[in-house]
C-alpha cells in the first residue's frame, strides 16, 4: 500500500547496533502500529500511537522504543539490537473510526548478525 | 483473552476448486473479526471483516467468509480458486477496549495449476 511507506525496506546490522525503522502515511488516519512477523508467529503488536500524544506498548515492547513526530509518522528503535530481533517489521495505520480496517506498510526485513 | 485460531499452517487447492481456510475464535461479548492476506514481499491487505448483519461477509477478490456463532468460527472461503490467490491468509480479532488487532498464524494457501 503505496499510501504507507516505510524505510528502510531491508537492513542487515550488527548485534548492539541502535536502528531506526520510519513509517509515514498519506492516508490523513489518526491511528499507527508497529507489529514484527515471524514465522509460524503471526503478527505481533509491538507499539500503538492513537495520536501524537498517545503511544502505548504492544504485547513485545520491550528492547523497542518508538516516537511519534506528527500525525503521518511513527518510527521504530531498537536501542541495542540483538539477533533475536530479526524479523519482518510493519507499520499500519487505521482510521479513528470504530472497526475500520488496518492498512499496512510493505515491511522492513530487519536482520541482525 | 481474545485469541484467534488458524489450525491449518497449509492449505493445497486445485485450481478452480472451492476453498476454504479456517479460523476459530474466543472473545468475550460479540466478536469483530477480519481478514488479511499477504502476498510475497508485500504488507497485508484487508479482505473483509465481520462486525454484526449476515452471516456471510463478501469481501474483495471473490472472497467471503462465513461467520457461525455457535462454532465460534469464522472460515474464508472462494467458490472456484485461482493460481494468483496463493499467499498468506490471517485472520484477526479486534480488542473491544483498543483498536488492536489479534492476528493467527497465518496459513499458507497454495493453489496448484
Known amino acids: 500500500d503505496a499510501d504507507v511507506t516505510q524505510t528502510p525496506r531491508n537492513r542487515i546490522t550488527k548485534t548492539g547496533k541502535r536502528i531506526m525503522l520510519e513509517c509515514s502515511q498519506t492516508?490523513?488516519?489518526?491511528?499507527m502500529y508497529w507489529y514484527r512477523q515471524d514465522p509460524g508467529l503471526g503478527l505481533r503488536l509491538i507499539y500503538y500511537?492513537?495520536?501524537?500524544?498517545?503511544?502505548n506498548k504492544g504485547e513485545i515492547s520491550d528492547g523497542y522504543s518508538v516516537s511519534r513526530q506528527a500525525q503521518a509518522k511513527f518510527s521504530l528503535s531498537l536501542e541495542s539490537a540483538i539477533p533475536n530481533q530479526t524479523a519482518l517489521y510493519f507499520c499500519a495505520t487505521s482510521d479513528r473510526l470504530n472497526n475500520q480496517p488496518q492498512h499496512f506498510g510493505d515491511g522492513t526485513r530487519l536482520s541482525i548478525l | 483473552a481474545q485469541s484467534v485460531a488458524q489450525p491449518e499452517d497449509q492449505v493445497n487447492v486445485a485450481e478452480g476448486n472451492p476453498l476454504t481456510v479456517k479460523c476459530t475464535y474466543s472473545?468475550?461479548?460479540?466478536?469483530?473479526l477480519f481478514w488479511y492476506v499477504q502476498y510475497p514481499n508485500r504488507g497485508l491487505q484487508f479482505l473483509l471483516k465481520?462486525?454484526?448483519?449476515?452471516?456471510l461477509v463478501k469481501g474483495s477478490y471473490g472472497f467471503e467468509a462465513e461467520f457461525n456463532k455457535s462454532q465460534t468460527s469464522f472460515h474464508l472461503k472462494k467458490p472456484s480458486a485461482l493460481v494468483s490467490d496463493s499467499a498468506l491468509y490471517f485472520c484477526a480479532v479486534r480488542d473491544r477496549g483498543t483498536d488492536k488487532l489479534i492476528f493467527g498464524t497465518g496459513t499458507r494457501l497454495q493453489v496448484f495449476p
Open positions: 500511537s492513537f495520536d501524537v500524544k498517545d503511544i
Open positions: 465481520y462486525i454484526t448483519g449476515d452471516n
Open positions: 472473545v468475550s461479548g460479540n466478536p469483530y
Open positions: 492516508k490523513g488516519h489518526d491511528r
